[in-house]
């Protein structure tokens, strides 16, 4: 099964010093242990190229270099499928805009949303839940929530 890795988590799997690091790499751990497959939409490597580029000083940078960054992006995209945009991804992303009036920043999490549904990516792992919890047929865990959701199963 496909899981879909958000951008925050991508973020983490480099971070040591991060809080979320550990549950992170547990969590992408497990998955693979699993047999699932993580992937990511593209819009998710320009979010990720964004923020690791953005000046520690700006809200929420990383202050990466351009190499560090695409070297890190290079590690993302072995591991990882990435599904690719598409003519459906924009005609599904205005029906999701228009059908949950998405407005303002979220129609970046709207275009990640189309992207799963068109590739039938049922499983985001994501640090911001609330961003995708109005996108119908969705399963939106955090990482903690995933390693525990295996406990139960």
Avoid at 33 to 55: C, L
Wanted: charged share 20%.
């Amino acid at each position: 099964m496909l899981v879909l890795l958000d951008t925050g988590v991508l973020l983490r799997l480099f971070e040591r010093l991060d809080s979320n690091y550990s549950t992170v790499q547990a969590a992408l751990k497990l998955l693979w242990a699993r047999g699932d497959e993580p992937a990511i939409a593209a819009q998710n490597a320009v979010e990720f190229w964004n923020v690791s580029t953005r000046p520690a000083t700006a809200r929420g940078g990383y202050g990466q270099t351009v190499s560090k960054t695409r070297a890190r992006l290079a590690a993302i995209e072995r591991t990882c499928r990435v599904l690719p945009d598409s003519p459906a991804t924009f005609t599904e992303w205005k029906r999701l805009v228009v059908a949950h009036s998405v407005m303002g920043v979220a129609v970046h999490d709207a275009r990640i949303a189309a992207q799963m549904t068109v590739w039938g990516v049922q499983t985001i792992l994501t640090l911001n839940p609330a961003d995708f919890r109005r996108f119908p047929g969705i399963v939106v865990l955090t990482p903690a929530e995933f390693l525990k959701s295996d406990l139960i199963a």
